[in-house]
């Protein structure tokens, strides 16, 4: 399951060379042979390794998941990917915030789905509620070698999970009872109160017998920019309104913190832990191409050995980019559409929106970007 490294690079530079032929080869690694070697011999180191050397007075580390300084330990665990439910009847899902990555995606009757990624998850009493495995939250959460936490999930997904071992697994259907003895546990009897915390996802991986610590090689998932990302070529992107029709979502920048704060259902989307709104530093909206099941209302999103467009959306501006990924495990790559660059996020958590692109139906056009927030009758 764990990605080997020497494959993963080979697969990244096919994709750059496809992307961006003809483009000079501007990161090249360092050449430690020797000291004989004239200044202008020497080539730069790459300023993403610079980027993950770095370290902060008191011996924190770069996040992989937001370029964040966290604790050296927990770099170097896994991740945690969670699936979140975001129906109306769910709200407010606790412990959210401490994603560093999440996915929202369109599942079956229009509602949508929520996955967190985790590397800082230590001491927190309730995460959920957690719900359901689909397959495109599989192939997404084996793009960071996390360890996957559901409550069940469709055919399509468990054919990823148990036959092509995409993913571990915590599957909490059969882990769940009393809090501080199981994985999970129920604050009511619906489908509605199932939860996980951080002991009970320890208590999960070591009952599993899994792995807590990252394959050596590990390839972050995203580029960060050291000195910050301000888009200057982009267009102006004040306000966001998904076509997401069930939740209506919607994000606000605001300029005083250079986040985007997040509405759905008519209302702020906070934290049930802390009552904090939610907020995004980057967000990416990925336009897939989708397809139903046959014989059944499960949507599939064709991920792997695939590309599409979309955009990114930062510090109040926007770019179009588009993405690739090369195989079922592999990492989605994110590019400038005009420069064929991969891009670099700034430091933050970031939200990645699926979108309903070519197949059944295209619904990109269903979203709304206003240059300026007053244009946008929500934000008033």
Same mark, same amino acid.
């Given at each position: 399951?764990?990605?080997?490294?020497?494959? *993963?690079?080979?697969?990244?530079?096919?994709?750059?060379?496809?992307?961006?032929?003809?483009?000079?080869? #501007?990161?090249?690694?360092?050449?430690?042979?020797?000291a004989n070697q004239s #200044?202008?011999?020497?080539?730069?180191v790459d300023d993403s390794?610079?980027?993950?050397? =770095?370290?902060?007075?008191?011996?924190?580390?770069?996040s992989y998941l937001t370029?964040?300084?966290?604790?050296?330990?927990?770099?170097?665990?896994?991740?945690?990917?969670?699936? &979140?439910?975001?129906?109306?009847?769910?709200?407010?899902?606790?412990?959210?915030? +401490?994603?560093?990555?999440?996915?929202?995606?369109?599942?079956?009757?229009? &509602?949508?789905?929520?996955?967190?990624?985790?590397? !800082?998850? *230590?001491?927190?009493? =309730?995460?959920?509620?957690?719900?359901?495995?689909?397959?495109?939250?599989?192939?997404? #959460?084996?793009?960071?070698?996390?360890?996957? !936490?559901?409550?069940?999930?469709?055919?399509?997904?468990?054919?990823?999970?148990?036959?092509?071992?995409?993913?571990?697994?915590?599957?909490?259907?059969?882990?769940?009872?009393?809090?501080?003895? +199981?994985?999970?546990?129920?604050?009511?009897?619906?489908?509605?109160?199932?939860? !996980?915390?951080?002991?009970?996802?320890?208590?999960?991986?070591?009952?599993?017998?899994?792995?807590?610590?990252?394959?050596?090689?590990?390839?972050?998932?995203?580029?960060?920019? #050291?000195?910050?990302?301000?888009?200057?070529?982009?267009?102006?992107?004040?306000?966001?309104?998904?076509?997401?029709?069930? /939740?209506?979502?919607?994000?606000?920048?605001?300029?005083?913190?250079?986040?985007?704060?997040?509405?759905?259902?008519?209302?702020?989307?906070?934290?049930?832990? *802390?009552?904090?709104?939610?907020?995004?530093? /980057? &967000?990416?909206?990925?336009?897939?191409?989708?397809? !139903?099941? =046959?014989?059944?209302?499960?949507?599939?999103?064709?991920?792997?050995?695939?590309?599409?467009?979309?955009?990114? &959306?930062?510090?109040?501006?926007?770019?179009?980019?588009?993405?690739?990924?090369?195989?079922?495990?592999?990492?989605?790559?994110?590019? +400038?559409?005009?420069?064929?660059?991969?891009?670099?996020?700034?430091?933050? /958590?970031?939200?990645?929106?699926?979108?309903?692109?070519?197949?059944?139906?295209?619904?990109?056009?269903?979203?709304?970007?206003?240059?300026?927030?007053? =244009?946008?009758?929500?934000?008033?």
């Amino acid at each position: 399951m764990k990605k080997k490294l020497v494959s *993963t690079m080979l697969i990244l530079s096919m994709a750059i060379s496809m992307i961006a032929c003809g483009k000079k080869d #501007a990161d090249k690694d360092k050449d430690d042979s020797g000291a004989n070697q004239s #200044a202008a011999d020497i080539q730069p180191v790459d300023d993403s390794v610079a980027f993950w050397e =770095q370290t902060s007075e008191d011996g924190k580390v770069r996040s992989y998941l937001t370029g964040e300084f966290i604790d050296p330990e927990l770099r170097n665990q896994r991740p945690k990917a969670i699936m &979140i439910e975001n129906t109306k009847a769910a709200i407010p899902q606790y412990g959210i915030e +401490n994603a560093g990555i999440i996915y929202e995606c369109v599942v079956e009757g229009g &509602i949508t789905r929520m996955m967190g990624i985790f590397d !800082t998850y *230590t001491g927190m009493d =309730q995460i959920g509620n957690v719900r359901s495995s689909r397959p495109y939250f599989v192939y997404f #959460a084996s793009e960071y070698d996390a360890i996957y !936490t559901h409550a069940g999930g469709n055919p399509a997904a468990f054919e990823l999970i148990d036959d092509k071992h995409l993913v571990e697994n915590i599957n909490l259907l059969k882990n769940e009872g009393k809090k501080g003895v +199981n994985a999970g546990y129920r604050t009511g009897k619906s489908e509605h109160t199932l939860y !996980t915390y951080s002991e009970g996802i320890d208590k999960g991986i070591e009952k599993q017998g899994y792995d807590r610590a990252l394959p050596e090689g590990y390839e972050p998932h995203f580029k960060f920019a #050291a000195e910050g990302n301000n888009l200057e070529n982009g267009q102006d992107c004040q306000a966001i309104q998904l076509y997401y029709y069930t /939740n209506k979502p919607y994000w606000i920048y605001n300029p005083d913190d250079g986040l985007y704060y997040r509405y759905e259902y008519n209302k702020k989307q906070v934290d049930g832990l *802390t009552g904090n709104q939610l907020t995004a530093k /980057n &967000i990416i909206i990925q336009n897939v191409e989708w397809f !139903t099941y =046959q014989g059944s209302q499960y949507l599939g999103y064709l991920l792997s050995y695939n590309s599409g467009a979309g955009k990114y &959306i930062t510090n109040g501006k926007m770019i179009d980019i588009r993405w690739e990924k090369m195989a079922d495990t592999d990492i989605t790559h994110y590019y +400038n559409a005009e420069t064929g660059e991969e891009i670099q996020l700034n430091v933050g /958590n970031t939200w990645i929106q699926a979108v309903q692109g070519a197949g059944e139906g295209d619904f990109t056009d269903g979203n709304e970007y206003y240059a300026d927030k007053s =244009q946008f009758s929500k934000a008033q």
